[in-house]
């Protein structure tokens, strides 16, 4: 908990502490002398409440508003750091909060999904998984970073796993294609193709793109496991 | 209150014109009170499938720009009472009629009409969302070909997305014995792939062909095959459950044909 110390009047916080994605954000006030701050900042680091206790290596980015940064000013504020554990004091700027925003859209998304027929010329893009319920019309894109599922005719142009993801799969209940695309892998449907009356779906083996049966996603899956506990 | 209905598809050359001009005159023949509306602007030839292609004083751009009332752009058949149609302008560019003056003439003219049929131009262009608004339903019509029937799919994406109600199909130029041999597309496919509500199917007939050329819509001549399946589309729109012209039986009648033929 932050309260306020001897060194900062009632009401008002000389250095204020703020978590970002990647570590702390200490903002020193800017409009006070900075004998002040510098007091302020070592008296809260000094407490309790000091968050690096834990003795891990850390990094910390420091905002000193606008007042204008001098090699000691840097100095004296690293050294107060320093002196709590093994910290790494970073110029704090802007593009550092915008961070956390995009790195939220790496988390995943609920699958987006349409039911209906996807007719030729529409297109459905996702970053996520995709699943249409109905038919996917020849000239019909869907373009997915995630996996895609057709409970339907599948018969027009799909992209699983459009910003690389090679495992992501393209299942069909009619799997027929005029094209499909896995990462950066693009087959396109075989002529003569005998269609079994069960679901399909394609993934990539190494670069290559296989079309197995439904029941056979789940050693697909497996293999994936196995795969990542290699790694 | 009358309904707005306009017969579109996507690609040319499918039969837009040759259907609105049968099933207008059929509706027409059911004692339905009638209008054609041409939107083809440029290249307009409903007057001439119908006939009237003399008779053109002036057109719908007239209208839309208040060179004349509606009831003076109104061409009346002499050979039916109750069927009128509206030409398109030939001098001027697509973009000469916008979608708000579109919306206003078809609102008056289905006041005086019961049905007012608006024939679209090909493509999905400016002329299409013009040919659109203001219809209350739609008739997309196609061809047993995957081009049209692609096209067909790609209008009928754009038709839901503006909000009118699922629109009817009408496959035309069907040639019997080459679906039978799996030459042609069945019809059982291009429904599955576009999925809507089957409003007639229009076998391949010359005689559509001659009559075209001679200004007279098909439906007018009672004894060809062409003639029966409008007549059929269009007691389908005025609510008759006509049950649709057996390909099975067409085959027979081929076969018929072909005996007789043999005989002779």
Redesign the interface.
Known sequence: MLTNTAFEPAGQEYVTIKGIKNGLVFKLADDVQFDAVLGALTAKLGNGSSPFSSGAKVTVYVDYGSRELTPEIQDAVEKVFLAVGEIQVKLYQESEEEEPQASHKLLPKPPYVYKG?I????LIEHDGDVVIIG?V???AHIVASGDIYVFG?L?GYVHAGASGNVRAIVAAAYFEPMQVRIATVIRRSPEAYSHPAEMEFAHLEGDQMAVEKMSLLQNFQNLLMTDKAVI | MGEAIVVTSGKGGVGKTTSTANIGTALALLGKKVCLVDTDIGLRNLDVVMGLDNRIIFDIVDIATGNCRIEQALIKDKRFDQLYMIAAAQTKDKLALSTSAMQAIVHKLKMDFDYVLIDCPAGIEHGFRVAITGADQAIVVTTPE?AAV??A??V???L?AEKIPPAKLIINRIRPHMVKNGEMLDIDDII????LDLLGIVPDDEQVIKNANHGEPTVVKPDSKASQAYRNIARRIIGDPVPLMNLQEQSGFFKRMKKMMGLG
């Open positions: 027929t007719r030729s010329g529409q038919n019309n020849p000239g005719r018969r | 995957q692609r096209d799919d790609r009928i994406g754009l839901e599955s792939v576009l999925s």
